[in-house]
C-alpha cells in the first residue's frame, strides 16, 4: 500500500523539517552575521558577547550579556532591531549603544541579529 511504503520516508521529512524549522524561524545568515558582529559589535559586546569587549570597562551600563537567557529574553527581536538600527536611546538602553542603520544594510542588520540570537544558552 501507498502510505506503508511511504510511511518512513514521510516520517524522516517530517523529522528534518521539524530540525530546520528554528533556523528558518531566525531567517538571517548566521555565518554572514557573525562576521559582522566581529567587525563592528566584539568592541564593546565581546568576541563571545558576553558585554566585556575592550571598550566595555569603561561603559556605565555594560552591554548586556547575550548569552544569558534571563538578560535577552527581557529585549524582543523588535527591541533588538530598533537598539540595532536606530541607537541605544531609541530603546530606553544607552546612548552609547550606536545607531547601525547607516552603516549596514538592512540585511547585515538581520544577519548580525540572527547570529546574536544563537549566542544565548538554552
Ligand atoms: C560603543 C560600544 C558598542 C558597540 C560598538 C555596539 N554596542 Fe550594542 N550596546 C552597547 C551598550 C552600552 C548597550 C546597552 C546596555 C544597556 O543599556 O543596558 C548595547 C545594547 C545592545 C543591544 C540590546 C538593547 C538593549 O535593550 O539593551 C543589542 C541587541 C546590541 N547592543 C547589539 C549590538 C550589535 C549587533 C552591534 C554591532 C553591529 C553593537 N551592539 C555594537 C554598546 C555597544
Do not use: W
Not at 86 to 105: I, K, N, T
Not at 115 to 120: A, E, K, P, S
Request: glycine share 10%; charged share 20%.
Amino acid at each position: 500500500m501507498f502510505s506503508r511504503r511511504f510511511d518512513p520516508a514521510l516520517k524522516a521529512s517530517l523529522f528534518a523539517a521539524a530540525l530546520l524549522a528554528p533556523a528558518l524561524a531566525r531567517a538571517g545568515d548566521v555565518a554572514a552575521g557573525k562576521i559582522v558582529f566581529q567587525q563592528n559589535c566584539v568592541l564593546c559586546h565581546g568576541n563571545a558577547g558576553k558585554g566585556d569587549g575592550q571598550a566595555a570597562a569603561a561603559l556605565n551600563p555594560k552591554p548586556k550579556d547575550f548569552t544569558d537567557p534571563k538578560a535577552m529574553g527581557k529585549i524582543s527581536q523588535e527591541t533588538r532591531l530598533k537598539a540595532v538600527t536606530e541607537g541605544g536611546a531609541s530603546v530606553g538602553a544607552s546612548p552609547v549603544m550606536p545607531a547601525f542603520g547607516q552603516m549596514l544594510s538592512a540585511k547585515q542588520i538581520e544577519d548580525v541579529l540572527a547570529y546574536v540570537g544563537t549566542l544565548m544558552k538554552h
